[in-house]
């Protein structure tokens, strides 16, 4: 968890809970009862879920979010439920999220209605798929709902904590700085970790942002709401991929329970974590040098918009930290060239701070080719 020591930029509340839907919580628990007996003893992933073998990406995005909100209610109704439903309700999700990984997927769903054609051709009875039809690879046994990721290579491993392959759904409550601009967006992760997540949106955010999320984070990954089926967290914008088709891809840093210092007053404004002091972590060294170069801010559309002379701070080999006057508040990439170099490469910003002499700072991660060092 990072700690966060500025901000800068004016006034409105935290983001409140969702209201409660207002359905009766003896016909939520009825409808929570039927559910998890259908996922427990279901013999298919296509049977957990409830759905067809026809079913199609967008209808399977569909009855995940709508399992989850029976799975995971309003906190009004989820702190009445008696500690044996809840852990049903886990094993239910682990069961859900292991179906609709597998049927989501074009080559795992493939693989696996190849299988169950296996069982059922090799069957002399009629009825339903017994049990081990569940598992892909019956001699493996189950596939986790999610599986570590950064582990796969230790010597290469940078972060200081693993991810985890997880896609579950998350609502994201931000402020623009115009009037009343409070806004949410449902979407859902791409991975999890202890320190943060990455997931999909649509709407444009900034580095340095302070988002809200809320989401049925793993009880084993969460820092505080252990008891909750929902975990509430303030995150910070600290990574934003180029779009493809209107999605970009954020990775959030988990502030934690509560917002940064100044926050309530300036939810719009950009913070920033303290500089970093453990060992490092960067894929090339970096080299303090002062050069100059010539930088293009290139939209979504690829067209230039701003073109400045800007001074790089320290480089690399991988990307470059610049000292800039006339950036846009957003852009998506950034066209790099230098005469006496003789280079020009394009880059992605992965970060942007103002540093102590007033100016601003953009640390750039080439996409194509290597600085000249």
Known sequence: MSRIISSADTAASGPSEPAHPGVKANAYFLDLDRLLARIEGATSHYQILGVGRDVSREQLDGVFREIISILYPPYPVSATLPPEMLTRIERGFNKVSQSFSVLASFGRRRDYDAALWSIAASSPATGPLPPQAISINQSAGPRAAYAEFA?????NNRRRADRL??????????????????????TETVDVSRTGVRLRMTRPVRYGMVLYLSLPMPAKLRSHGFAGSSYNVYTLVRRIEPPKKGVRVVGLEFIGEHPPPGYLEKPWATFRTRRWTGDERRRARRVARAEAVRIEYISAAMSATVREEAMTENVSRTGLRLIVRAAPPDFDLLRVSSATRNFEGLAVLRNRFIGG??????????LDKDWPV
């Open 165 to 186: 392959k997880l896609s579950i759904p998350v609502r994201v409550v931000g402020t623009d700085r115009a009037a009343d601009g409070k806004w949410s967006e449902m």
């Open 151 to 155: 582990k796969s290579s230790s010597n």
């Open 357 to 366: 002499d007033g100016l601003e700072r953009l640390c750039l991660q080439f």
